[in-house]
């Protein structure tokens, strides 16, 4: 019995390997190239994995994406919830989700920040392709983490909340874009203090 219980994690081990390789090429060319310009070939290679070993993971490209979608999404939620650790209320929790953009504007890209990679995706997939809905989704879950935190800070006042988050989610995106063109989170720093100081005068 003992046999088998050793022997069986092996498997998976190396399939689960080579999914994050994969996962993890793709999102270095996806985000520096596009997802258009980069083929399945580009991507193994990258990876160091046979071609066949894409297909043992992924049903097609189109599902890769998918998964580079929800791994972005993750990854930026695993900064959000690293930056909540210290909050210590809405105001702080309104400040988190943009210090988490920032952060991932910060990172160490091949060619540099480029904006956010979601919307980059986005952009090229055509109208109704699900990878179009994952990033909705995405921006509609930030959206409602800035209302969540807006309504601690609007007890009594839940017509504000709505509006406020709205903004808050507008200046975010905005700032986002212009950071994306000129390849810096300064822009986003800026957004950051803006929210700050809109958030004094609730």
Sequence with gaps: MTGPVQAAPQPRKRQGAARRKLL?????RFYADG??????????????????????????????????????HEEWLDL?????????DGRDGVLAV???????????????????????????????????????RHKEHVEALLSAHVAQLLAGRPEEVGPVAEHLSFLLEGAMARAG????????????????DLLERL
């Design 24 to 28: 993890d090429a793709a999102a270095r």
């Design 98 to 136: 943009f210090d988490a953009y920032a952060d991932h504007a910060r990172f160490a890209y091949e060619r540099g920040f480029r904006g956010c990679g979601l919307l980059n995706a986005a952009a090229e997939l055509p109208a109704g392709n699900e990878g179009r809905a994952v990033v909705r």
């Design 80 to 88: 959000y919830r690293r930056r909540m650790e210290s909050a210590r």
């Design 35 to 72: 997802v258009s310009a980069t083929g399945i070939d580009t991507i193994t290679a990258e990876a160091g994995v046979a071609k066949m070993s894409l297909y043992n993971n992924f049903s097609s490209k189109a599902d890769l994406v998918l998964a580079y979608l929800d791994a972005r």
């Design 181 to 196: 063109l000129e390849g810096s989170a300064a822009r986003v720093e800026h957004a950051r203090t803006m929210a700050s």
